[in-house]
């Protein structure tokens, strides 16, 4: 028996292999065609920023002390370390704009519609998440813009009816900004962050793979045409 049918009998790759990669693609040319590839070029950013996010968590460390030198000694003295954050941070940017320009694409053409209303919610979840991740990898540097772009942020939490003295005091840890806030931002963007963003990358892709992908709408010839 050949390696690749004892492969296929025994873990069912070659099913995998249909539902990925031999369905069905809408056939599409021109610039709509470039519109269709926003959401994988979201998902290989994503995968850049966990590649880059583990190289840099090797070298840096989330207390007030240490984590404005630690940033210093990626950028000067780590092989490649500038290279690494800066693609983190960039990629973190461009990952942002494609996520709302995917989103811009499914809602302008429509794919948002019956049956596909579930992979509609997740990617907003999707969205959510990512604008979290921006949020919570904004303080790690702990410099003067960080701090302070930050309890600008967590203040504008804090004016929400009912709940925001609360709210302010879990996103701070306290009371007030510091070594707290940084370790419980620094937790949130590693752990639990990355963990919920790939659960439901699993589930919007297993949705986009199982009702396929939307064609793009079409201009009906009798629109506009009495009964």
Known sequence: MKLSAWLSERTGADRVWQALFARHVPALTGPVAWLYTLGSAALFLFLLQVVTGVLLAMNYVPSPDHAYDS?????????????????????????????VLHMLRVYLMGAYKYPREATWMVGVLLLLLVVGFSFTGY???????????????????????????????????????GAATLTRFYAVHVLILPMVAALGIVAHLFLVVWHGISEPPERRRDAGKGA
Not at 73 to 98: K, N, P, Q
Not at 147 to 159: C, M, R
């Open 139 to 177: 303080l790690l540097p702990w410099d003067q813009k960080a701090y302070w772009a930050t309890a600008v942020g967590t203040n504008i939490a804090g004016q929400t009816p009912g709940i925001g003295p609360a709210l302010v005091r879990l996103l701070r840890g306290g009371d007030d900004m």
């Open 71 to 99: 940033v210093r000694f990626i950028d000067a003295e780590v092989s490649f370390g500038r290279l690494i954050r800066g693609c983190h941070h960039w990629g973190a940017t461009f990952m942002v704009v494609l996520v």
